[in-house]
């Protein structure tokens, strides 16, 4: 049974670019959630999509969007990158009603 | 204003040592406690969580109490294994619907 699967693991930008991170959550799964971790820190919560919509957000700017579709997947967009977007994208998935989420083991993000 | 405070930062044991991390929270609103573990290169994985009701917890060779009044939790390792060196996380959240609210980390070090 495989875990929470993001893609791609590592990923190099330009400042100002666009990027886009994939997520596929944990068979059985329905709700996902993205984090932020940068170097030597906590993850830092991003937002929460359940049945295709923006549940919860975290104190993230508008540059950083989603999305979930009809299978659970997800995408984490952010735009207009910043050096200070450097970090490693965590994914997690759970069933929604249970506790305890699964964490992909991430993006690592550079942005130069 | 950071809800979820950890110490130490870091942490050397000798092989067979009790390592005990430290968690506090402001939040009374905090009703799941988990502890993550994460190696580097992967993402946190769920260690063990409490929930307020209960003063103590045991899976394995780890132990959580838990002092609702004082509001603070914390992680023991029993005979504990090169293998723990580790960073881990406290967290807590309202729910379980709510986001997860992580500490800074502790780094883990045994030493054979």
């Known amino acids: 049974d495989a875990g929470v699967t993001q893609s791609p693991t590592h990923l190099i930008k330009t400042r100002g670019q666009q990027v886009t991170l994939r997520c596929s959550p944990k068979?059985?799964?329905?709700?996902v959630s993205w984090y932020q971790q940068a170097l030597g820190q906590g993850p830092q919560f991003i937002f929460q999509y359940y049945e295709e919509e923006e549940r919860q957000r975290g104190n993230f700017p508008d540059r950083f969007s989603g999305h979930q579709f009809p299978n659970y997947s997800s995408e984490l967009n952010v735009n207009a990158l910043l050096l200070g977007d450097s970090a490693l994208y965590l994914c997690?998935?759970?069933?929604?009603?249970?506790?305890?989420?699964?964490f992909g083991s991430g993006t690592r993000l550079t942005v130069v | 204003q950071q809800q979820v405070k950890q110490s130490p930062q870091s942490l050397i044991v000798q092989k067979g040592g009790i390592p005990i991390i430290n968690c506090a929270y402001e939040n009374t609103a905090f009703d799941y406690f988990p502890w993550y573990q994460q190696f580097p290169g992967k993402g946190p994985a769920l260690l063990i969580a409490i929930r307020p009701d209960v003063s103590e917890k045991k899976e394995g060779r780890f132990t959580i109490s838990f002092n609702k009044s004082a509001k603070q939790f914390s992680l023991h390792i029993m005979d504990s294994q090169p293998g723990d060196s580790a960073t881990y996380f406290c967290a807590a959240s309202r729910s379980r619907d709510d986001k997860i609210i992580f500490g800074k980390g502790t780094r883990l070090h045994i030493l054979p």
């Open positions: 997690a998935s759970r069933f929604r009603g249970g506790y305890g989420y699964t």
């Open positions: 068979s059985g799964h329905d709700t």
